[in-house]
């Protein structure tokens, strides 16, 4: 969507939405201004309080529809030069809609823009995902490129009374329960990756470069149904973001900041991307941001995104193409 927010207190943009079955996302960024106002200074923390004042969003088209939302996740927690944040809004937009009034509010303020969908259309496509051969660079005791932390070993019970019955065995956990706190820390690699990542994110404006709408559907992997709704290039650096429900292997990763930070990516012309987890939330879907170093070359008409192999054991590559569809306009 590419679309700035007039009159909010600080430089908003709102980048992209997405339109899942029920409700859809909205994916905004903020660059924060030189005193944190009432929207965004629980924000600078980004933790998960309950409190926070993010705005209320209210959708309307050109169909008399009316949606209501609020903002529930972010990314970018280790910097204050640029917030991104997405929020669920419901009911799910109808495919028929043409124009969308967005109205953004907190308590004494209120902003407006309006989407002409007919200028960005909603895109759908298959993405070709891979096994990839050999093995990442992975430190096993790394909490970020290592294996999953495995629960703590339980001592072991003395034999009691010997009766005539037994206690059925407990059912062994599921792979979506509770996560198992992870003590280990980052290795040197994951660290300096995401500190250089990091250090690239300063922005030189409200608004990114181009956002490429992929709607890049993966189909089944690691357990759950995965999709790559967009792309955000920005002057030295770009953003994706990778949904889908919560279960299976990416339900482990997704809701642990730490796990599976470190990522790669090359283009078509064989140029090299390093990436990092920024950030990731689980209002309506669960979601994983990522930015890559640097910014994504303006004639690669294809992505190859890297998925680290800690996250079950097995290297993947999603290809995506960034052309856009036919009979549909330049983004």
Not at 79 to 102: N, V
Not at 171 to 194: F, G
Not at 195 to 224: E, H, M, N, W, Y
Request: net charge negative.
């Amino acid at each position: 969507m590419h679309a700035p927010l007039p009159g909010w207190p600080t430089a908003t943009t709102v980048l992209a939405l997405e339109v899942w079955d029920g409700f859809s996302e909205l994916s905004y960024v903020e660059i924060p201004g030189p005193k944190p106002s009432e929207a965004q200074a629980p924000a600078r923390a980004m933790t998960g309080r309950l409190d926070r004042r993010l705005p209320n969003w209210v959708v309307t088209t050109d169909l008399d529809t009316v949606h209501r939302g609020v903002a529930g996740g972010g990314g970018t927690p280790r910097t204050e030069k640029l917030l991104a944040w997405h929020a669920t809004i419901a009911p799910s937009l109808p495919d028929q809609a043409r124009l969308l009034h967005m109205h953004a509010s907190i308590p004494g303020t209120t902003a407006q823009t309006t989407i002409d969908l007919s200028t960005h259309p909603m895109t759908r496509r298959p993405a070709v995902v891979a096994l990839r051969a050999g093995t990442d660079d992975a430190d096993p005791a790394c909490a970020s490129c290592g294996p999953p932390a495995l629960p703590p070993r339980q001592a072991e019970q003395p034999p009691g009374i010997e009766l005539d019955w037994a206690t059925p065995a407990p059912q062994p956990p599921s792979a979506d329960a509770c996560l198992v706190p992870d003590s280990r820390r980052l290795c040197v690699t994951c660290r300096m990756n995401a500190q250089a990542v990091f250090a690239a994110k300063v922005p030189t404006g409200p608004q990114p470069d181009r956002v490429i709408a992929l709607g890049a559907q993966l189909g089944s992997v690691f357990g759950t149904e995965l999709v790559i709704p967009s792309l955000a290039v920005w002057p030295s650096w770009f953003d994706l973001r990778i949904a889908g429900p919560s279960s299976g292997s990416w339900a482990e990763v997704s809701h642990a900041l730490k796990r599976a930070g470190r990522w790669t990516a090359h283009d078509d012309h064989g140029r090299f991307y390093r990436g990092a987890a920024t950030g990731s939330s689980s209002v309506g879907v669960v979601h994983k941001d990522l930015t890559f170093i640097p910014a994504l070359a303006a004639d690669a008409t294809t992505l190859a995104v890297e998925f680290p192999s800690a996250i079950d054991g097995q290297g993947r590559t999603a290809s995506l193409d960034l052309r856009p569809e036919p009979d549909s306009p330049s983004r």
